[in-house]
């Protein structure tokens, strides 16, 4: 039954969907095999904050009932996703990793969901976040903390860092996250996996719990790069119901998979590679670099004073950040849905419902928000910070005009322990140093596994490519991948 001998949950979602399709193995048993490792080290993981175990064991039914019958299936057919708890799904409960919403049962599906449910996936269920994906270590859940598979000790990184965990776990094949300032590739980094940040507006927000509108994206999770790449091509594309997504063509991402990196440019931004990068962390980025030369690439140094100044971009990115979710998150007041705390009048209610239904780090996002978007600082907080998300921008189009990717690290360590940086939330935000310029600027990004330090901890390589050049990323993800860790 094997085909590589390795247990079904830990296959390849590519080499998993032929196998099903030949009948060679069914998807109840992969499904099976799936919450058979989710009860083993969930508890210890804290990975999952819902299961859809009933609901995926009929969706796995039906997938085998359809390849027996020789009728046609979709192109992740019988293939376990599990999916951040940010995301909209019809009848299952959806907490955005918050009090507030501990009790919100959609009414819809997210585009994105709905899309995996008609290329005939299975939804394992619902993954542990940052709440409103507001942090980098997983440890502003209501629902407790998630730990790193690879060191219980550490943190996953996040927001998304259940669905990096859940995917380097074996607790689901394939997974989605969301990536405001880097909460898909700082995960994908610390837990050893591929994480994928599209370009704004390749994959429709609709469903998606509003964070930072301008600046959220969803983007797959996966053990491996062709994987991703798979489930990119079912998430990605126009939909009328997000005015923001953007109406293109979408390419088979796992065409040119094969296609090398001889003849494409590779900038490292030099100030990526200063002052706080750990030398390892440096030691592993320029290692995979050197591989990509080794492969035809031409590698050359870029500036980009403004994107790689983290004076600039981590502080525009958290006045920008907060601004629109002090907006977003208004609605939360205890009337339409979600959690509510009784008052003696409206305004009571509202207080106290919010009061007891944001954690710590949403709170102060709040206030941070408010005071940034109020009339009297309006100018000098979140204009300026406008103005700066231009100038990186321009910083970006600068280096694309003479580089085709742009190469640098994820983050400046390898995941660090749990408790080491909560109560700095400062140094909780420099996590973020080398990923807020990218969703500023729009551009897409890629986390690959490229080593490990000392302490046996996964090291994520960070690509960049111009707007809607996935393929690119995906491609030059690919021979590292290849090279370094097979
Ligand atoms: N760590 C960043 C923040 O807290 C990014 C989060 C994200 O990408 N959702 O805002």
């Known amino acids: ?102 009790n919100f049962v959609p009414p819809y599906d997210a585009t994105s969901v709905a899309r995996l449910r008609e290329a005939d996936a299975v939804i394992v269920g619902k993954l542990n976040m940052d709440e409103f994906a507001m942090g980098s270590s997983n440890e502003n859940s209501a629902y407790g903390p998630v730990r790193n598979p690879h060191d219980p000790t550490r943190v996953p990184g996040g927001s998304s860092g ?21 909460s898909i590739r700082l995960p994908a980094s610390f837990c050893g996996v591929v994480g994928l940040k599209p370009t704004y507006g390749r994959v429709s927000r609709y469903g998606l719990i509003a964070y930072a509108s301008s600046l959220d994206q969803i983007g797959p999770v996966a053990r491996n790069v062709r994987d991703a790449a798979l489930l990119l091509n079912v998430v990605a ?119 007891a239904g944001f954690g710590e780090e949403v709170k102060r996002r709040i206030m941070l928000g408010t005071y940034a978007l109020s009339a009297g600082y309006y ?27 742009l190469a640098a690290p994820v983050s400046p360590t390898p995941a660090f322990r749990i408790g080491e940086k909560t109560s700095d939330p400062l140094q909780m935000y420099l996590s973020d140093i080398y990923t807020v310029s990218v969703n500023l600027a729009g551009i897409p990004g890629i986390s690959v596994p490229c080593g490990v330090s000392a302490d046996d901890l996964p090291i994520g390589l960070q690509l960049l490519a111009p707007a809607f050049k996935e393929d690119r990323l995906l491609r030059a993800a690919y021979v590292v991948e290849q090279e370094l860790i097979r």
């Open 1 to 102: 039954m094997a085909v590589s001998g390795k247990p079904l949950n830990e296959r390849p979602a590519h080499e998993l969907t032929a196998s099903i399709l030949s009948g060679n193995i069914t998807s109840r048993q992969l499904v099976e095999a799936v919450f058979h490792c989710i009860r083993a080290t969930n508890p210890a993981l804290n990975t999952y904050i819902t299961l859809n175990e009933s609901e995926a064991i009929r969706k796995a039914e039906e997938v085998d009932a359809r390849v027996s019958a020789g009728d046609p299936v979709g192109p992740l057919a019988g293939i376990p996703v599990a999916l951040k708890d940010l995301l909209c799904t019809r009848g299952l409960l959806t907490t955005a990793g918050s009090r507030i919403l501990e």
């Open 162 to 182: 259940a669905s990096a965990g859940s995917v380097a776990a074996n607790q689901t094949v394939l997974a989605l996250g969301t990536d405001t300032g880097g």
């Open 237 to 355: 594309g126009h939909d009328p119901r997000d005015s923001t997504s953007v109406d293109l063509p979408v390419p088979d991402y796992t065409a040119g998979l094969e296609a090398g990196v001889a003849g494409l440019t590779i900038g490292l931004p030099s100030g990526y590679f200063g002052q706080g990068l750990d030398d390892e962390v440096r030691a592993a980025i320029i290692g995979s670099v050197e591989v990509l030369e080794n492969a035809g690439a031409e590698v050359r140094e870029v500036d980009l004073p403004v994107a790689c100044h983290p004076a600039c971009s981590v502080a525009a990115y958290y006045i920008i950040a907060t601004g629109e979710a002090s907006s977003n998150l208004s609605r939360y007041d205890g009337v339409k849905f979600g959690r509510r705390t009784e008052g003696h009048d409206l305004i009571d209610m509202y207080c106290r419902t919010r009061c």
């Open 379 to 405: 100018d000098a907080y979140y204009l300026k910070a406008q103005k700066v998300r231009t100038l990186i921008r321009q910083d970006f189009e600068r280096a694309f005009e003479s580089c085709d990717l």
